[in-house]
């Protein structure tokens, strides 16, 4: 039997994480126990992707802060055509549009870099999930063949003593074997980086394996049966404390420091001032500015959501990556400072001179 035919497909992106990146690291990583080979390659995948990807964070940023600076401007223009014609919807948008081409203002161009980060990280989700439904499919196929391997060889052996226990020898000697056979891929705290850092079982049981929706790996065409029978030992020793009590896969840190690093990331973009609408009064504008900063939360509750029911893998990843943009933020707005104050002097001098 042919155990990798067994396994699920891998997409393009899982192709690049599982076989390329995760195969390579194997070879040289896969002895460190404390963050353990994947880890290593989600680390290395993010930082490639963020770096790869480092020119779009930038036009966002100059592009947000173009559009940020031409509104500055449009702003007292947009007020006064409120006052004008805030009571003819009509004619109020034909005149913003007129201000908006003057000024070369593009409210597209100002969506358009969040639009293709928010692709991006669907993508880059998709790819992770394909790469743990993977190992988690060859894994199984793995052990699979381990334990029918070695209860064939067995039981064969003992029956051929007349050993009328061979049932039971062969059985014990499988789920050695099975035990043997695996290697969880730990990292830090968590004991298997291919399921959520939370409350969940490190081992995934039959309704989580081959189960649909949020947090199942969906796995297709497997037999129930077998998949407890092989994974039984592992279930013992992973699943299960010495009380008896179910064992969690981690304790919540990567997804906690996940949703703060992503809060703290998000709060250092300046949102842009939305122009007041026709015949919106000043509650009504106030309004629309607050619901705008409520938007600032969504990410992060978004990166909550994923974290706690998708692999500890992928929460590993949001965690570099919101870690990297936060950096990034840091660095654009001490830069934007600076060239903001120099701009301000060179006014000031400039005027003073007149």
Request: aromatic fraction near 12%.
């Amino acid at each position: 039997m042919d155990i990798m035919s067994l396994a699920t497909e891998l997409n393009p992106v899982g192709k690049l994480i599982y076989n390329h990146l995760f195969g390579w690291i194997q070879t040289w990583g896969s002895e460190s126990e404390l963050i353990g080979a994947f880890g290593i390659t989600v680390i290395f995948f993010t930082l490639f992707l963020k770096i790869a990807t480092s020119p779009l964070d930038v036009w966002q940023k100059v592009l947000a802060r173009k559009n940020s600076k031409k509104m500055e401007i449009m702003k007292p223009e947009l007020e006064k055509l409120n006052k004008n014609f805030g009571n003819n919807k009509e004619v109020y948008m034909a005149k913003q549009r007129e201000l908006y081409k003057k000024h070369k203002y593009s409210t597209f161009g100002a969506c358009l870099p969040s639009l293709v980060t928010l692709v991006i990280f669907f993508v880059i989700f998709g790819g992770f999930n394909s790469a743990v439904k993977h190992h988690n499919s060859v894994v199984f196929d793995e052990l699979s063949g381990v334990y029918n391997t070695t209860y064939t060889q067995v039981y064969s052996e003992e029956e051929a003593k007349g050993n009328a226990d061979a049932y039971v020898v062969a059985t014990q000697s499988a789920e050695q074997a099975v035990l043997n056979a695996y290697k969880p891929e730990k990292f830090l705290l968590t004991t298997n980086i291919f399921m959520p850092d939370t409350w969940k079982n490190p081992i995934p049981d039959i309704s989580t394996y081959a189960g649909t929706g949020m947090g199942k790996l969906g796995i297709e065409d497997v037999n129930a049966t077998e998949y407890e029978k092989v994974m039984k030992p592992i279930f013992e020793k992973y699943n299960v404390n010495e009380k008896g009590k179910s064992k969690w896969n981690g304790y919540l840190i990567l997804p906690i420091l996940c949703i703060i690093v992503s809060f703290l990331s998000t709060k250092l973009i300046k949102q842009p001032e939305q122009p007041q609408m026709a015949g919106q009064t000043e509650e009504q504008a106030k309004m629309q500015q607050n619901q705008a900063k409520t938007m600032q939360f969504i990410m992060p509750i978004m990166m909550g959501v994923f974290s706690l029911f998708y692999s500890a893998a992928f929460t590993l990843y949001m965690l570099i990556s919101n870690l990297f943009t936060l950096i990034f933020n840091l660095i654009f707005n001490i830069v934007t400072k600076q060239i903001d104050a120099k701009e301000k002097d060179r006014l000031m001098s400039t005027t003073v001179k007149k």
